[in-house]
């Protein structure tokens, strides 16, 4: 549907043709605009979908009402919603520390997905930063496996969607059976 907040984003289909689909969810309510958002783009209840990038890795989008940003210039700094790296809890707790010691403005631990815990700031540029830990993985996290999903359960969000059903089965392909 063009220009509805129904329809996938061309990167996130693209990136489906690309590389492997993980998982596809749609923001809970008030993590847009409500009192709950801890940096998410100022929408509700848009989807975000995450893409196996290989070497543990991921890539991901949100889903931002067509029309509501304008494009962003990918040669200007920061021209994107921001950049998430996982580390260790020990280095996660050094970061915090760090942090705290200069001044820098970040939010409190946040709960992202089961088992991952996530803090935002700002770099001084003004790119937003997420750093992130899954602390019952010690220093051995494992990113896919904590945000990734079955077959059935990003089937059952990508039919909230008006698309092709051949498009979602070209994106849950990758995905376990389970």
Known sequence: MEGSREAPTQKAAHSGEVLSLVHAMKVPPGLGT???NRGNPPYEEIRHYFFDMGNDSLMAFFEIPEGEEPQSNRNAIGGMQHVS???TPERFDEIEKRLDERGIDHTPRIPQLPGLLGIY???PN???LEMACQPEDGDAPVVIDCVLQT???ARAELE???VDEA????MVAALPDG
């Open 34 to 36: 409500g009192p709950g």
């Open 85 to 87: 790296f996982v580390v």
């Open 121 to 123: 700031f700002y770099d």
């Open 126 to 128: 003004g790119i937003r």
């Open 151 to 153: 077959k059935a359960q």
């Open 160 to 162: 909230t969607l008006d």
């Open 167 to 170: 498009w979602i089965e070209s």
